[in-house]
Structure formats: C-alpha cells, structure tokens
C-alpha cells in the first residue's frame, strides 16, 4: 500500500519492520525532550505523542503535514517522520488546506513555502541530513542555514513575524542536532556532507549573493571601491577578496571582506576591524536585536547594508562561517 494511503501516522508505521518503529519511538522521545527546554515556537511545533497547546486534533495536523511534505518528494521506503515546524495556508486558487513550513525525518528535511497553483504543484525543496567531521552541532547549523536562507515567508507574513521566524530557525536548529546525535547513538549511517564550492567566488554564486557582492577589480564598482579605501581603509599589502556594501548621500558603508579578516563601517561612524584570527566560525551569526548586524565572535559586530534581506543575510552568514573556517579558497583577481 502507497504511504499516502495510509489514514494516520500509526497505520503508516504498523507494517514496519520492529526496529524501524522502535527508532521512531526514540527519535520522538528526544525530540520532544529537547523541544521543552528549546526556544518557544511551540504552537507551531508538531511532534507526534506530544501534546500540543492549542490543537486537540495535532495527531492528524502532524500527519497531514507528513501526507503534503515527506510523500510529495521521493519518500524512501520506512521513512520515519518526527517533527514538523509550520502552519497550515489556504491555497488561493483551490482553497486547498496547505501545509508549509519544515519536516524532519530521519532522513532529511522537507521544506515548503509556496502554494500550489492553476499550473501545477509547488514541490516542497529537501535536504539530506548528513554527517561531517566538525559534528551533529555543525552539520545542523549548515542544513539549518540552506533550508532557512531560501525561504519565502510571504504566505506566512500574517502569521510568522520576523521574531517568530527566528524562532523556528532556532529551534530547528536545536531538533536537528537531536536527531543528528540521536542517529549517532544507534550507529545508523547517513551520508556524507554534500560537496559544495572550495572557492570563495563560487560559494557566493552556489548561495545567490551574486547581486550583493562586488569585487575590485570589477570596472563598474571602480569608484564605489575607492570611496570604500578612504571610509573602510586597509593596513599596507592587505588586499580585498569582496565588499558587500551600500552607499548612500552620506557615504558608503557596510562589510569589506580581506585576507586578513573582515572590516565594516556605518554611517557615521568609525571603521570596525576583527582580525581573522579574532574570528568564531561557530559563533557567526546575525545580531537577535539588530538584524542589519552579524556578529563574528564575542564583541565582533560588524554592519549590513540595509540592502540585505534576512534571506541574503542568512547566506553571508555561511559564507563567513565557511571561509573563516578555511574551508573556502581565498581569491583575488
């Protein structure tokens, strides 16, 4: 029998083979132990046997949920849904209950934000969870960033405000790394980390910041770059690798990017320097309270041009973390 066909969850994992079922009962258990003590998005947080705050009927919700994303996209045989963050919206055209939002199997997570259409289905995205040498914290936090800086929470704008959005990244986040080490812990193999650019300049097309990058040597920005060297100066033979940066009446400002480490400026204000070895590739993260800012370690804050929407911020926020790590190729041209 397909597994769409199934009425709930429970008829779903009945023919199952024992220790699929009792992974699945560990699985939940861990992630509703980490979901007590994780950020409170919890009306938005599905586990099954959990018992939900406002929903009676979550049971069904959650199934739902798992009908939409994780059948939709190529399910594999046994696959064992765990845990959906997300909301249900009313299809424009059908008036079709959607679910969107994020799924968490034991083998990947499902993501959707669109609705489906006159012309067809709107295919959720996924991605495979994976296993890395930096760890369950780290190959969490790199899945984390991939589903979260592509999505588009318009259909959500009148339930999901940018507090609660960051919300659910956190705790996705927080579930994930249960998951990832739950996994570990009953020694069940999953792939390796997928293989993404070595090279700084092809890491910032494979995360779409094309647009908001410029580099030196580019003849269009010639002038915006040498506005840059008197406002955001360098020391003597350190050289740029790519600017994200705006300008305005008043100047120009934002985040310089040099083998030597990372400089900013805002209107207004003094230059802010962190050297590279001043720099946490774990802790890099966007400022809670300022979302024009990114922290790179303690008291490392650096600005933002305004420019940059919370979906392009959160790919830079990769982007830094990945070549502050070493794993990115530094290029000048």
Not at 98 to 110: K, M, N, P, S, W
Not at 117 to 145: C, S, V, W
Not at 160 to 179: C, I, K, R, Y
Not at 305 to 318: C, H, I, K, M, S
Request: net charge negative; with cysteine.
């Amino acid at each position: 029998m397909p597994a769409d066909a199934h009425a709930s969850l429970a008829e779903y994992l009945a023919p199952l083979p024992a220790e699929r079922r009792e992974l699945h009962t560990a699985l939940v258990a861990a992630v509703g132990e980490r979901a007590a003590s994780a950020p409170r998005v919890h009306a938005l947080l599905f586990v099954p046997g959990r018992t939900h705050p406002h929903f009676e009927d979550s049971e069904a919700v959650f199934w739902h949920a798992a009908q939409q994303l994780m059948l939709d996209v190529d399910p594999a045989e046994g696959e064992l849904p765990v845990a959906w963050i997300g909301y249900d919206v009313a299809s424009r055209f059908s008036g079709k209950r959607e679910a969107q939002g994020f799924l968490i199997t034991d083998r990947r997570l499902v993501v959707k934000d669109q609705v489906d259409g006159i012309f067809g289905t709107a295919a959720p995205r996924q991605y495979p969870l994976f296993t890395g040498p930096a760890g369950a914290a780290a190959a969490a936090a790199e899945i984390t960033e991939s589903s979260t800086a592509a999505y588009d929470w318009t259909f959500a704008s009148d339930l999901v405000d940018t507090e609660t959005a960051q919300s659910m990244t956190a705790l996705l986040a927080e579930l994930l790394v249960t998951v990832l080490e739950t996994l570990a812990r009953r020694r069940i193999a999953l792939a390796p980390a997928p293989e993404t650019s070595a090279s700084l300049r092809g890491r910032v097309r494979e995360l779409g910041l094309d647009n908001d990058v410029k580099y030196p040597e580019d003849a269009k920005h010639a002038k915006h770059f040498a506005k840059l060297a008197k406002k955001i100066p360098c020391d003597a033979g350190e050289r740029v690798l790519l600017a994200v940066t705006g300008s305005t009446l008043m100047g120009v400002y934002g985040l310089v990017l040099t083998d030597r480490g990372v400089r900013s400026k805002d209107l207004g204000s003094d230059p802010v320097v962190t050297p590279r070895e001043r720099i946490s590739p774990e802790a890099i993260r966007i400022d809670p309270e300022q979302p024009q800012r990114v922290i790179l370690g303690p008291g490392e804050v650096h600005e933002l041009p305004a420019t940059l929407d919370e979906r392009r911020a959160a790919g830079l926020v990769t982007l830094l973390r990945e070549w502050s790590a070493g794993r990115l190729a530094d290029e000048v041209r």
